[in-house]
């Protein structure tokens, strides 16, 4: 499909999707439970497949899970997270979840949260999702 026939804004199913992978992330960096790069796919079935990708480097995972996504058979949306780092206010870098997210026929999306206290359970803090901008969908 061509790019300037893809639908802009985000579906309440993808919406969904991306927010239970996101809340997943959190709980895991509140416990201080390490994870490499997660994905969820949802298929037209209504099925979601869940991986994570830990075992080569942060790039190598990343294009990895986003190569996963083309794979799956009937895949109409997903959701990626990962840890990374975001410019702050004042060009500081700080500590975010990083989501990408997606469905058929859309414009992919980016969002991120600025995250502190990892490992320190109830001391564990994060921002509101800030989007990030557009991203290539990838299916």
């Known amino acids: 499909m061509a790019e300037k026939d893809l639908r802009e804004g985000v579906s309440p199913e993808t919406d969904e999707l991306a927010s239970t992978l996101m809340g997943d992330a959190l709980d895991l960096m509140a416990a201080g ?12 079935d209504g099925d979601v497949r869940s991986y994570e990708f830990e075992d080569d480097g942060p790039e190598a995972c990343l294009e990895g ?4 996504v083309a794979s799956v ?43 502190d206290g990892k490992g320190s359970g109830e001391g564990f803090t994060w921002t509101d999702p800030a989007p990030a901008g557009e991203t290539d969908p990838l299916i």
């Open 33 to 44: 439970e390490e994870f490499g790069v997660l994905l969820a796919v949802q298929c037209a």
């Open 65 to 68: 899970a986003r190569a996963q």
């Open 73 to 115: 058979e009937g895949a109409v949306r997903y959701a990626i997270a990962y840890e990374g780092a975001v410019a702050a206010e004042g060009g500081a870098y700080a500590d975010a979840l990083l989501l990408e997210f997606g469905e058929r026929g859309y414009r992919g999306y980016s969002a991120f949260s600025f995250v």
